[in-house]
């Protein structure tokens, strides 16, 4: 067995993470729901299909994270930072995502329905097919390919309370 498959398919919901490096470990198919890995570096993971709901990765490291299809709901991502993960089809509703950074992240069909995006970098962010009702945009940073990937009432509401991104 590959030594970074020996969390897949794992339950490990409430355990504690303080001193197991997860950078580059497949926790795909999991049940992590509650864990707190608030401030952590787990970049290059594979946490797909992972039950992550009510989980707190505020301040943690997400580079090049796979999240495709995890049920993230109610999560705490503050401040996180997931340059170029793929949440494709990832359920975020009523996540908490406050100052996070989406930079070239790919939320196709996800759900981020009542999720705070408020202050959140969302430059090159992907959100086709994606459900943003409620969602809230306050002050959040976009860019034109963000905004052309969103359609509908969402598209007026990103514009009307986040910031265009000029360089």
């Known amino acids: 067995m590959d030594s970074s498959d020996n969390f897949k398919k794992r339950n490990f919901k409430d355990v504690n993470f303080d001193y197991e490096d997860l950078i580059g470990r497949n926790l795909s ?23 992550l709901s009510g989980a707190d990765l505020s301040g943690t490291i997400l580079f090049y994270v796979k999240l495709r299809g995890a049920d993230m709901r109610g999560i705490n991502l503050c401040d996180a930072k997931l340059w170029d993960a793929e949440l494709y089809g990832a359920d975020l509703q009523g996540a908490d995502i406050r100052g996070a950074d989406l930079f070239y992240c790919d939320l196709r069909s996800a759900d981020l329905s009542e999720a705070n995006l408020s202050s959140v ?7 086709e097919g994606a459900i943003l009702s409620g969602a809230n945009f306050t002050d959040a940073n976009y860019d034109l390919h963000t905004l052309n990937t969103i359609s509908g009432n969402t598209k007026s509401e990103l ?5 265009l991104w000029s360089n």
Do not use: E, P, Y
């Open 29 to 51: 198919d999991s049940n992590l729901s509650g864990v707190d890995l608030k401030n952590r570096d787990i970049h290059n993971a594979n946490l797909s299909s992972t039950d």
């Open 121 to 127: 970098n969302l430059r090159h962010t992907n959100f």
């Open 159 to 163: 514009k009307k309370q986040g910031k």
